[in-house]
């Protein structure tokens, strides 16, 4: 198992399709949390759950890049609830995929959470997790999010993640969809990562 980073309440790690099937069901088997995510999302059984888990990973792995995946990079993350150990949710760091379904140089940062662990602050403290992660580690220049227009709640966590809308894309996924950009802050640009993640408001783990 692969710790990627920690924060007060929260760990950010790999996905275990053996042990995870079950949790990452009770998320992706309830409606109200696919409602924004597309009919295909839904999950009708923990063993096609825990194929998707597979697929997911296997996926990801063939697409990343030589830095990525030296950071063992999946681009889906379970996130545990420190408090309780319970997978509360998935935050997504990958590749954003372009009309066709092939991967662009975009990266995108994206959550889902089971519906128990809604308001709570979760998402935005997994995402601002993973933001760090990408711009300190990944050194990437920019991160977008991609959101459905009627998906309030999640506008609001790009919002608490002080993400800049742009405006309306058919650039990826082959739907309009709201864009949203955060740029790397001036003094990560360039950089290695290894010191600053001290800076990042949680702390890399375990990689
Ligand atoms: C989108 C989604 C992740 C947002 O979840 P969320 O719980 O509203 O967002 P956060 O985890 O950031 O929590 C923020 C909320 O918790 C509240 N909160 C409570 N305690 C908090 C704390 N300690 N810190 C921060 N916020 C806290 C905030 O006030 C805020 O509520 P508000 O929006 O009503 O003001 C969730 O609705 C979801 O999983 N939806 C289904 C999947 C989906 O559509 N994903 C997005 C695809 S683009």
């Keep these: 198992m692969t710790n990627l980073w920690e924060t007060e309440r929260l760990i950010i790690r790999s996905w275990i399709p053996e042990r995870d099937a079950e ?3 009770v998320i992706y088997s309830d409606p109200e949390v696919t409602h924004f995510l597309g009919k295909a999302s839904l999950v009708t059984s923990v063993e096609s759950q825990r194929q998707r888990l597979i697929d997911n990973i296997e996926r990801c792995l063939r697409r990343a890049t030589p830095t990525h995946r030296r950071n063992n990079g999946t681009g889906y993350w379970a996130i545990v609830e420190k408090q309780t150990t319970t997978i509360v949710g998935t935050i997504i760091l990958k590749q954003l995929p372009d ?12 959550w889902h959470l089971r519906r ?7 998402a935005t403290e997994a995402g601002q997790a993973m933001l760090n992660y ?3 580690v990944l050194n990437l220049p920019v991160i977008y999010a ?4 009627e998906n309030h709640a999640s506008i609001r966590v790009t919002e608490r993640l002080g993400m800049k809308p742009v405006g309306r894309t058919n650039k990826y996924y082959n739907i309009e969809l709201l864009l949203f950009q955060l740029d790397a ?12 993640e001290q800076r990042a408001g949680g702390r890399r783990s375990g990689v």
Excluded: C, H, I, M
């Design 116 to 122: 128990a662990s809604w308001g709570k602050g979760y």
């Design 99 to 110: 009309k066709d379904g092939l991967p662009t140089q975009d990266y995108e940062v994206g």
């Design 134 to 136: 990408g711009f300190s």
């Design 23 to 25: 949790q990452a069901f």
């Design 185 to 196: 802050p001036e003094e990560w640009k360039g950089n290695r990562g290894a010191v600053l």
């Design 146 to 149: 991609v959101v459905k227009p």
